[in-house]
C-alpha cells in the first residue's frame, strides 16, 4: 500500500542517515521496520496486566502544552509516585516513576503521546504482577 505522511525535514533527514548507516536496502524497508517494532511495542504494553512499577519518560516543548500535561499529572496521581523535570533548550524532559495497575499506566502513556507538544513517550515497564 502507497501512503504518504507530514513529517519535519530533520526527522526525514536523521530516519535516512540511521537506515543507510544500518545498511537497510531503501527507505521503505526501513519505514516497515520502524512500524513493526511500534505493534510490538504497544501489544507487549497491551499484554501486561495486574500491578506494575514503571519509569515513563518522555519530551516536550514547555510553552505550548505545560498546562495540560499538569492536568494529565493530577489525573493519573493514583499512580505517578514520581516526577523529575529537566530542561533542555527549549524542550523539556520529564521522568514518571509510577506504580499501579497496569492498565492506568497504560491509559497515562497513551494521554501523554496524544499531545503533539510532546514529541516522544517511552515506557519501561520494571515489574509486573507475574513476577516475584
Not at 513493526?36 to 514503571?54: C, N, W
Not at 516522544?120 to 507475574?130: C, F, Q, S
Request: charge should be negative; include cysteine; glycine fraction near 6%.
Amino acid at each position: 500500500m502507497r501512503t504518504s505522511f507530514n513529517i519535519p525535514d530533520e526527522v526525514v533527514a536523521e530516519f535516512d542517515r540511521v537506515w543507510q548507516d544500518e545498511g537497510i536496502e531503501n527507505r521503505s524497508r526501513a519505514v516497515r521496520e520502524a512500524m513493526l517494532e511500534y505493534v510490538e511495542s504497544h501489544s507487549r504494553l497491551e499484554a501486561t496486566t495486574g500491578e506494575v512499577v514503571a519509569l515513563v519518560g518522555f519530551d516536550y516543548r514547555h510553552h505550548d502544552v505545560i498546562r495540560e500535561l499538569h492536568g494529565v499529572q493530577h489525573d493519573f496521581q493514583n499512580v505517578i509516585l514520581n516526577t523529575s523535570h529537566t530542561h533542555q533548550g527549549e524542550w523539556c524532559l520529564e521522568s514518571l516513576y509510577c506504580r499501579g495497575d497496569a492498565e492506568r499506566v497504560r491509559d497515562l502513556v497513551y494521554s501523554l503521546r496524544d499531545f503533539d507538544a510532546v514529541r516522544r513517550v517511552k515506557v519501561m515497564v520494571i515489574r509486573d504482577g507475574d513476577e516475584h
